[in-house]
Structures are given as C-alpha cells and as structure tokens.
C-alpha cells in the first residue's frame, strides 16, 4: 500500500479563495509526523506546516492549516485567502519510526494554480 | 544564516562515469537527509544521517550509490558506473536532531544529473 497517496493531481483556485488539498496515509506506527511542503517552479522544496501523531490541536501556520483527522488518516492542508504566489506544487510526507530510526515518504503531489 | 547549498547544481556525465554530489547543511543541524526526484515524480528518499553515521540504508537504490558524512557537517554522495536511469534532481535536507521534536527539513536547491 502507498504511505502517502494525494489524488489530486492538479487543482484551480480563484485568488483569495480557500482552497483544500488533500492527503491520506497509511502506517501502524504510533508515533508518526505529517508535513507538507510546496515546491515553486524554481524547484525548491519550502517546509510549510507539520503535524505529530499526538498533537490534539491541528497545526496552523500563517494562511495554512492541516485539517488532521486520525481515524480516517487523513492530513488535507487548507490554504485560506489563496495568492497568486501560492501557484506550486504541493506535497504531502510522513515520518514514521522504524528499527534503526525514522522513514520519510513522499506523495506524487499536488499542482496548485492560482486564478486571477 | 545561510540555507543549505549544494553543488554541483548541474552535472552532466557519460554513462559509466562517477560523480560526487555534495551538500552542505544549516550550521547546527545535525540531521541530513539525500532524496531524489525524477521528472514530474515525488521525492523518493534516499538515506540520511544522525550526526556521522546512517542508520539506514536501505533506501540506497543499488550498490552503485554511496553517501558519507564527515565532521557531521558536509556530506557526499557518491553514484558509481552511473546509468541513464540515475538521470534526476537530488535533492539534500538538513534539519535539527530528532530528540528537538522539530521535524521539519530544510532542503538546498538541488543538484540536476543528467546522464548521457
């Protein structure tokens, strides 16, 4: 089974409108983390939001938030009031603990295109 | 402070050549982490270190990929008798020690191998 699985491979938004990217994963170890990462054209890879296993709160950073839903395993990022520069691709990972120390996994990711 | 740098940012080589990929971390991060990313694919990950030593490397592709770490600063990663299918970005991550709690990576802007 795929760790981390983002279905949507490309999404349209109107500037200054929310909009909701989603993430699923899969893994049977307790503790874990989620984060999400945008990568512009430019190629660079920008740490945007992270979320832990046990955290009871769901994770905001700025304009970002992690909609966590644990029974569903379900880790969708919200980007409110989208901007011209939110345009990227966006990727869902998880760290989750192993024998020697930890994994990361990657989603195919999702692209974002902002509308003006 | 500065970013996480890599060099080169684009190496072109002859099938069956070696080539050497280097990254240099954040100052005070003691983590790092190799990934690559094949045209239009998410990051696939590679290894990464915990000070000088890489508990896991199961996630090397083949024989032919090598990595080191040294003073727990820069690191290197070697592809040996390199193949058309190593043709990726590869991309290099640092992030704080895991007994912080702080996850979340920082990656350089990658190096771009193109093999011949």
């Known amino acids: 089974a795929q760790k981390i699985t983002q279905t949507q491979p490309g999404m349209f938004v109107q500037e200054k409108e929310a909009v909701t990217l989603d993430c699923t994963y899969d893994?049977?170890?307790?503790?874990?983390?989620l984060f999400w990462y945008k990568q512009p054209s430019s190629g660079e890879m920008i740490f945007l939001i992270y979320?832990?296993?046990?955290?009871?709160q769901n994770a905001t950073e700025g304009r970002y938030s992690l909609n966590f839903q644990k029974a569903r395993k379900s880790a969708n990022l919200v980007i409110s009031a989208s901007q011209l520069g939110d345009s990227a691709m966006y990727f869902c990972?998880?760290?989750?603990?192993?024998?020697?120390?930890?994994?990361?996994?990657f989603g195919t990711g999702t692209s974002l295109t902002v509308i003006p | 402070g500065a970013g996480v740098s890599q060099s080169p940012s684009n190496k072109v080589t002859e099938k069956g050549k070696d080539v050497e990929l280097r990254c240099d971390p954040i100052?005070?991060?003691?983590?790092l982490y190799w990934y690559r990313q094949s045209l239009g694919q998410g990051l696939e990950f590679l290894i990464y270190?915990?000070?000088?030593?890489?508990?896991?490397k199961s996630g090397l592709p083949s024989d032919r990929f090598s990595a080191e770490r040294t003073g727990g600063s820069v690191s290197t990663l070697t592809i040996q008798r390199t193949q058309q299918e190593d043709s990726a970005v590869y991309l290099c991550?640092?992030?704080?020690?895991?007994?912080?709690?702080?996850?979340?990576?920082?990656f350089g802007p990658g190096t771009r191998l193109t093999v011949t």
């Open positions: 991550a640092s992030s704080l020690a895991w007994d912080s709690g702080r996850y979340e990576q920082y």
């Open positions: 893994t049977s170890d307790p503790s874990y983390g």
């Open positions: 979320q832990g296993s046990y955290d009871q």
């Open positions: 990972a998880m760290r989750e603990a192993t024998d020697t120390g930890n994994q990361f996994y």
């Open positions: 100052s005070g991060h003691t983590a």
């Open positions: 270190f915990q000070g000088n030593s890489a508990p896991d």
